[in-house]
């Protein structure tokens, strides 16, 4: 199983600002997810990176908000950009088993406040 | 993209044996059955993985009739500490690029009362 170290695990920020969540994984992994938990919700994809190429976004995320890099197999970042009250969530990096299964591992994420 | 339908909340006391239906029922061939279980403050944490019958592991068992259009995740003897949301996605193993296996529908929040 991999093992993800989010930073930072929680941040409160003011509006207009940036923020830029870093992930990182203790091995090489070909994707990695960036997602979203808003308040008593559950998790939404926001996008998928991957190593070498532009990440791919799911449908109501652009990459002008939420740009990601992915500078190589065991590092990424997400960054909230131009922030609102609306983007106060949690914010969770994940990879996938790299054996059979595509088991999905997690970091602690990420908790933002907005003011 | 199979869809999940699971309750969103069930309560249990403690000791007693809680299970959890997802239904899914435009399951495809490839698709596998897969449960996460997610506390507060922290992200999901794999439980349980299976294809068709009967899977179970140190922590629970995962209970797939034959058409496969529902799964019963079973946790044996609850504590409080099981209380948690709960996530039964469907994907396919085949696909390279993981994306079905991605999606999380909206849980089943298990509460375990003394």
């Known amino acids: 199983s991999a093992v993800i170290s989010q930073k930072p695990s929680r941040d409160i920020c003011q509006r207009g600002t940036s923020l830029t969540i870093q992930c990182q994984v203790d091995s090489q992994v070909t994707m990695m997810f960036w997602y979203r938990q808003q308040p008593g919700q559950s998790l939404t994809l926001i996008a998928t990176?991957?190593?070498?190429?532009?990440?791919?976004?799911e449908s109501g995320f652009v990459i002008d908000k939420f740009p990601i890099s992915r500078p190589n197999l065991t590092f990424s970042t997400l960054t909230v950009s131009n922030m609102s009250p609306e983007d106060s969530s949690i914010y969770l990096c994940?990879?996938?088993?790299?054996?059979?299964?595509?088991?999905?591992?997690f970091g602690s994420g990420t908790q933002l406040s907005v003011l | 993209l199979a869809k999940t339908t699971q309750p969103i909340s069930m309560d249990s006391y403690e000791g007693q044996e809680v299970n959890i239906t997802c239904s899914h029922n435009n399951i495809a061939t490839n698709d596998y059955i897969t449960w996460y279980q997610q506390f507060p403050s922290q992200g999901p944490r794999f439980i349980i993985q299976?294809?068709?019958t009967k899977v179970t592991n140190e922590v629970a068992s995962l209970f797939i009739p034959a058409d496969r259009k529902s799964s019963t995740l079973s946790l044996p003897r609850v504590s409080l500490s099981d209380t948690a949301v709960y996530y039964c996605?469907?994907?396919?193993?085949?696909?390279?690029?993981?994306?079905?296996?991605?999606?999380f529908g909206t849980g089943t929040r298990l509460t375990v009362i003394p």
């Open positions: 994940s990879v996938e088993d790299q054996g059979f299964g595509k088991k999905l591992f």
């Open positions: 996605l469907v994907g396919d193993m085949s696909d390279q690029t993981g994306a079905n296996n991605l999606f």
């Open positions: 299976g294809y068709k």
């Open positions: 990176a991957n190593q070498g190429s532009e990440a791919t976004y």
